[in-house]
């Protein structure tokens, strides 16, 4: 396969011309040298195309862009432009998610460990729901809204019980995980909360994991939900709202095949055509992940015995995915050279396991070229850290040949904010 028929299949805005890799328009060798590195590439229409197939395929769903996955305010102001709402796990994400320009009452909140700050703070601003995830929650919860004076709507966030097939530190809609209420438990539940003086019961949460590729779960978890509904509307709890979470993988391997919003929705509406419910989903990584790159400059290279490394000037403090999870990201040089080597290509952290790619074969790279990191866009910059004092990436949004820095670099200062010996 040419190497442009492969990098169309994680973006068609990804693309060699006279041997440069461009992403969105723009010209990446001259961009790190303009912007430094490491620095995160956000394609604008990447993102854009991604959230119009799924309100494409699902015509009327509230499409909650899942802000963890990448939350850059110049990112969720695309998804708000687009019209998404929000999903969101913490008091933080809230406040981005609004800063970002998604209205508040577009977002949903949910998460195993809300705090009454961030409950408090959910509720003064009038989200669209709450995801709620244990009793005592709702207990709580029905508490802070009524000395507010208010009522807080909630979805039950229900666990399936449904294995997800996925990375089991990403599984979480089986039995034996942390999140949700057993759905056997949930219809007492909801009886018993639709009673209480300050909440009022508007939806069914569920999210059973994220990375599928294969769509039988989904069906296997929506179906449930759906009896549920109709068991609560036999029991003259009327719910209104649906929320299948997120989920849908992406490529990261070059031979993965990746389902579409428009496969799940064939799966997904039929179970649901007869309910009087809006659909929520709540993608993010399918959103962004393959709308971001991390460039990378080489620093130095190394022989040692019959292995060759490249050391880059990315780490797993701005890449974590590899180290935690033994993730795959495809990379590939930033200039194309008919000469090859087969590498480890690593960062300057130091631990063994930092390692972004092994046993690689690429573009021969001399000290000082740049690689690209591809499907970086979700769980990237999120998760890193000032791990080995290194303050973190830049990111910037491109479109249509043009870019603009959404978070410049930090520097040392910035990570020693209000620290004292
Ligand atoms: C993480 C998360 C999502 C998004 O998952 P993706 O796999 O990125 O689509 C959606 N809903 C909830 C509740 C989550 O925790």
């Known amino acids: 396969m040419g190497s442009n028929e492969l990098l169309k299949e994680y973006s068609p805005y990804l693309e060699y011309k006279d041997g440069v890799l461009y992403f969105d328009g723009v010209n990446l060798q001259e961009l790190a040298k303009e912007l430094g590195t490491p620095l995160y590439v956000y394609s604008a229409n990447h993102i854009r195309d991604q959230i119009r197939a799924y309100k494409e395929a699902f015509k009327d769903a509230l ?125 007492e539940v909801y009886k018993w909360a639709a009673k209480l003086p300050n909440i009022e019961v508007v939806g069914i949460h569920c999210h059973i994991g994220s ?27 009327n719910i209104k709202y649906l929320d299948i979470g997120g989920g849908l993988g992406i490529k990261y391997k070059p031979e993965d095949k990746v389902p579409t919003p428009k496969d799940l929705a064939d799966i997904v509406l039929p179970i649901v055509k007869d309910l009087d419910v809006q659909l929520i989903l709540e993608p993010g990584r399918s959103i962004a992940g393959n709308g971001g790159i991390l460039i990378t400059q080489v620093q130095f290279l190394k022989d040692k015995d019959d292995k060759k490394f490249v050391i880059v000037d990315a780490g797993f403090n701005d890449l974590l995915r590899p180290a935690m999870y033994g993730s795959y990201h495809h990379i590939v040089a930033v200039k194309e ?64 040949g043009s870019y603009k820095v959404t978070r410049p670099r930090e520097d040392w200062d910035y990570i020693l904010w209000k620290e004292t010996v």
């Open 63 to 187: 499409i909650a862009y899942a802000v963890k996955a990448n939350f850059n305010l110049g990112v969720i102001n695309i998804a708000a432009q687009e019209g998404c709402g929000a999903d969101t796990v913490s008091g933080g994400e809230i406040y981005r998610a609004i800063k970002g320009g998604i209205p508040a009452d577009k977002i949903v909140y949910a998460g195993v460990g809300k705090t009454d700050e961030e409950l408090r703070y959910a509720l003064e601003q009038d989200i669209l729901m709450f995801n709620a995830e244990s009793e005592m929650e709702i207990e709580v919860l029905n508490e802070l809204a009524g000395s507010m004076g208010k009522k807080a709507r909630i979805a039950i966030r229900v666990n399936p019980d449904v294995d997800p097939k996925t990375h089991p530190k990403i599984a979480t809609g089986m039995k034996k995980s942390k999140f949700g209420i057993d759905i056997k438990k949930a219809f």
């Open 211 to 237: 990375q599928l590729l294969d769509l039988s779960p989904f069906e296997e978890a929506v179906q449930k939900v759906a009896d549920l509904y109709q068991k609560l509307k036999k029991e003259g709890i």
């Open 337 to 400: 050279n008919p000469e090859k080597i087969t590498c480890d290509i690593v960062g300057p952290i130091c631990e063994t396991g930092d390692i972004l790619g092994e046993n690689r074969t690429i573009c021969k790279v001399n000290r000082k070229d740049y690689l690209a990191i591809l499907s970086a866009g979700a769980y990237g910059f999120v998760m890193s850290s000032h791990y080995n004092m290194r303050p973190r990436a830049a990111e910037v949004i491109v479109e249509n």
